[in-house]
């Protein structure tokens, strides 16, 4: 198994503004995964971030709304950039154990 | 591209019920298929998985079968316990995807009362 530390586990956060989220894993991971799970809907990847290249996105995200560091084999931040209310949703990091993926708790963030 | 898709909720029963969420997919290839469940306030879990046709994935008395000629993998237990209640995923690896990635349905929010 895996132990993910993510923070903040949830905000409430003005339109415009920027919230960085943090994911610490207990031991090292190649790849770490960054998910989004909106009201109602399933869970949809954002990116995968990688130690040492620039995070790969899936459709429909850009790097510039939702950049990401990765600066060791351990930890990653996701920044939800710019905020508005269509970005309140559940932010969620993961690794994968072989074919197992694990989850943080998640970052429930409000955008008023 | 790859995709999940699981019966809408809350599905509402009482202590001891019979359950069964259902799940179909498409994908191509042979993806492997997982069950996840969150429980309030906690993060996801993997519940159980299956990798090839016919396998069966089983843990806390929820089994799910890998069934390649309907595309399904639908959850059931015989016997739910309050505190079963949770939100729970169905997901695919693999196919389009690749291994390393996840695709989930929309969720199932599994209500059990006493």
């Known amino acids: 198994s895996a132990v993910i530390s993510q923070k903040p586990s949830r905000d409430i956060c003005q339109r415009g503004t920027s919230l960085t989220i943090q994911c610490q894993v207990d031991s090292q991971v190649t790849m770490m995964f960054w998910y989004r799970q909106q009201p109602g809907q399933s869970l949809t990847l954002i990116a995968t971030a990688n130690q040492g290249s620039e995070a790969t996105y899936e459709s429909g995200f850009v790097i510039d709304k939702f950049p990401i560091s990765r600066p060791n084999l351990t930890f990653s931040t996701l920044t939800v950039s710019n905020m508005s209310p269509e970005d309140s949703s559940i932010y969620l990091c993961?690794?994968?154990?072989?074919?197992?993926?694990?989850f943080g708790s998640g970052t429930q963030l409000s955008v008023l | 591209g790859d995709s999940v898709t699981q019966m809408e909720g809350p599905v509402t029963l009482s202590e001891e019920a019979f359950l069964t969420i259902n799940c179909t997919y498409t994908?191509?290839?042979?993806?492997?298929l997982f069950w996840y469940v969150q429980y309030p306030g906690e993060g996801l879990q993997l519940l159980l998985k299956a990798t090839k046709a016919d396998d069966k994935g089983s843990n806390k008395g929820f089994e799910a079968t890998y069934r390649k000629e309907t595309t399904s993998f639908h959850l059931e237990k015989g016997s739910v316990q309050v505190s079963d209640s949770a939100v729970y995923f169905c997901?695919?690896?693999?196919?389009?995807?690749?291994?390393?990635?996840?695709?989930f349905g929309t969720g199932t929010r599994l209500l059990v009362s006493p």
């Open positions: 994908a191509t290839g042979y993806p492997s």
């Open positions: 993961s690794v994968n154990r072989g074919e197992k993926l694990f």
């Open positions: 997901a695919l690896s693999g196919g389009n995807t690749g291994f390393q990635k996840l695709v």
